[in-house]
Structures are given as C-alpha cells and as structure tokens.
C-alpha cells in the first residue's frame, strides 16, 4: 500500500499537469500557498505568471492601502521580480517614479513574451529607455507612456520595432510632435487607439493617411488645426474623437472635412470648448456622421441658433444621441 501510495502522490505528476491544476485555483491565497509547497511548486507558480502590478501603479487602488506609505520600487527590485516571473505578458511599471533607462534592462527576461506595458509616471524614462523597450519587446500591443521624457525618436525607434502596437498613451509628453505620430501610424497598420492629450506641439497632420484601424483618439488640449483635425479622420475609422480645449484658432467652419463623409463611422464625438466653432461645422458635422450617438458642445459659442436647429433636427432624427451645448449640465435630450 506504501508503494501504491507514493506512486500516486501529486508529487509525481508531470510540470503540465501541475500548471493545469495551478491555472484552477481560485484565488490569489490558494496560488500563493500552492507556490509556498516546495520549490518545484515555486518554479510552477512562475511560469505561470502572466501579469505584474505594483502597489504604487496608477491604475490599482486598494482602499486599505491608501493610508499607507508603499516602498518605491528600484532597479534591484525590479530585476529580481523579472528575473523570477519570465513569462509576463502584462507588465505594469506606472507610479515607479524612481526607475530609469538603465531600470529597464531587466525586460530582456520576459522580452518577446511581453503584450502591454505601462510606464505612467516614469519620469526618469526617456528615448534611450524606451529603446531598450523596443529591442527586447517587439511583440507589445499596449504601450502607455503618460508622463514619460519620450521625444519623437524614442517614438519612431518603437513604432519601427514594434509593428504590432495598437495602444499608445503619449498623453502629457510635451516632447512629441507630429513626426513622431507620423512615424507611428505608418509603421504600426494594426493602430487602433491612440491619446495624445496635453500634447502642445502636436497640429494633427502626423495623422494623415492613417491606418483604418484607426478608431479611437483622444486629444483634448493639444495644438490641432483644421488640417490636422482633417487628417485624425482621414483614415475613415475613427469612431471616438475628443478634441475639446484645442489650444490653437480652429475657425467657424474649420471641422467642416469631419462632416465631409470620411468619419461617417464617428459615434462620440467631444467638441468641448472649441470656442470658434461656428453653425458651419455643425451642419456638416449633422450631416456627414450618421452613427452620431454622443456630442459635447458645451461652451462652443460661435453655435448660433442655426447651429442649434441642427442640434434639434439630429435629436430627433438619432433620439439616442446625447447634445450637450452652453455648460455641461445643460443637456438636451429626448
């Protein structure tokens, strides 16, 4: 019975069937107490590792937490993570404010394996960092570099390494301009969002004959002019597009080209603050984007009462789309 009985240990199963039975755990303790069984267990626990978060990141809020102070996370930290979990497909590096260039080394463990990665807030990251990025990781899909020092080489050095990319956040980087999105949506023909908001020396025109995978950009507060904003659309994809707070003169019928058939896909459309739209773009715009369901025209005060009867008649034609003119919480809808 002894024979019988070690033979049939768990021990004794295979390393894939082990992860089968690790992948059907329900909770974070039951793979922690697996990983804590013996080293085998441990060596399992890793390689099964897909994604890595830290307390510190942005996008992770743990109430309990918030009173408290988090230790920062450093290279050293870093590497011992990455050289233990090797299989990562998601990695999120946001709010490790102290990493650097040379920080990012270590991402030669997961390389190729790597999806998303996230380096909100790493203000010690800049093109030489991000360059290490695209020689490790050319199979990223996700990339948010919020806040980073990336200027348009850093930009074009990954957009030609990783041709994959379909998620960009370059959001708060003062240092891209329109070459640097021109370099990324003709490199990257998958793209399909990108944010580019507080972004002044970007006009728009490094948007022109974009992929038409193209479906989602927000660039709220940015430099756009009529032309740039012709180009953002231009790919025929673009189904959100929040430009509200352009910074530069756009002029009455500056939008008048989004109404002109080439974004008739639009549904959300955030014209907020755009404070020189005139009845022209509205009418255009009315016409030309019949999947409409969503427009924020909240302090757009060059629309006259012309452009209102057109806000009126597409109500009532789209009963779902929702107006919003003169302040937010003046809404007309049906």
Known sequence: MENVSMSTSIINLPDDCLSFIYQRLDNLEDHDSFGLTCHRFLNIQNINR????????????????????????NSDHLH??????????????????????????????????????????????????????ASFCPNLR??????????????ETLARACLCLRCVNLSCCPLVSDFGVK????????IESVKISNCKSITGVGFINSSPSLGYVDAESCQLDPKGIAGIVSGGGV???NISGAVSYIGKDGLVPIGSGVASKLRVLNLRMCRTVGDESIKAIARG?????????ALCHEVRVEGAAWDQKRLQESPDTVYERECEVDTYSS
């Open 50 to 73: 897909r994604s890595l978060q830290f307390q510190c990141s942005l996008s992770l809020l743990i109430p309990s937490c918030l009173s408290q102070t988090t230790p920062a996370v």
């Open 80 to 133: 011992r993570l990455l050289t233990r979990f090797q299989w990562l497909e998601h990695l999120s590096l946001s709010g490790c404010t102290v990493l650097n260039d040379s920080s990012l080394a270590s991402l030669r463990y997961p390389g190729a394996r790597l999806h998303s990665l996230h380096l909100d807030c790493c203000y010690g990251v800049s093109d030489d960092g991000i360059s290490t990025v």
């Open 142 to 155: 996700v990339v948010s570099l919020y806040r980073c020092s990336i200027s348009d080489i850093g930009l």
């Open 183 to 190: 370099a990324l949506t003709q490199a990257c023909l998958q």
């Open 239 to 241: 189904e959100f597009l």
């Open 289 to 297: 984007c019949p999947l409409l369901q969503e427009w924020n025209l």
